[in-house]
């Protein structure tokens, strides 16, 4: 005779989603927090980039004054100097993009780590900062310039670029 045993069934739980739970008001804050941090990072290096001044002490050189013209100081002295020495005048891009990050936070989009729509959006950014510095460096290449080192407009990422490919 056989035992008359029934396989033990699992409960079934409702699965929680992250759409159909509300947020609750300190992941909200929180949001608005990250957001507003990346703001202020965000005017902080438009301030260094637009301030910037080739007569401050920074990474790429130093000078015998001790005023710095930079409305930020020592730190958006070097910031800015740092930027400018390896993208050129392309590092505007990072002031733009990170808006655009600060501006997706705030109207709360949700975003999908690791989906390939926004790995495709991240190389896409990265590929315009490139091609920005690349038609900058090769525009600019014999015109005076003002940013460190005189690496024409596309900076040292660029002059290293081009002395592989040329």
């Given at each position: 005779m056989k035992p008359n045993i029934r396989p033990i069934k699992k409960p079934t739980y409702a699965k929680r989603n992250r759409e159909t739970i509300l947020p609750s008001r300190?992941?909200?804050?929180l949001n608005d927090a990250i957001a507003i941090?990346?703001?202020a990072v965000c005017v902080m290096l438009a301030i260094a980039l637009f301030t910037h001044s080739i007569n401050d002490n920074c990474w790429s050189?130093?000078?015998?004054?001790?005023?710095?013209?930079?409305?930020?100081?020592?730190?958006?002295?070097?910031?800015?100097?740092?930027?400018?020495?390896?993208?050129?005048?392309?590092?505007?891009?990072?002031?733009l993009g990170g808006?655009?990050?600060?501006y997706n936070k705030i109207n709360r989009r949700k975003i999908q780590v690791g989906s390939l729509f926004n790995i495709a959006r991240i190389l896409g950014f990265c590929v315009l900062v490139i091609a920005s510095s690349s038609f900058e460096y090769i525009m600019m290449y014999h015109q005076p310039s003002t940013l460190p080192d005189?690496?024409?407009?596309?900076?040292?990422?660029?002059?290293?670029?081009?002395?592989?490919?040329?």
């Open positions: 300190l992941a909200l804050i941090i990346i703001f050189k130093t000078v015998n004054v001790n005023i710095v013209h930079n409305k930020l100081g020592t730190i958006g002295a070097y910031i800015s100097d740092i930027l400018f020495y390896i993208l050129g005048f392309s590092a505007w891009w990072l002031v808006f655009y990050l600060g005189g690496f024409g407009g596309g900076g040292v990422l660029l002059f290293l670029i081009m002395d592989v490919i040329l």
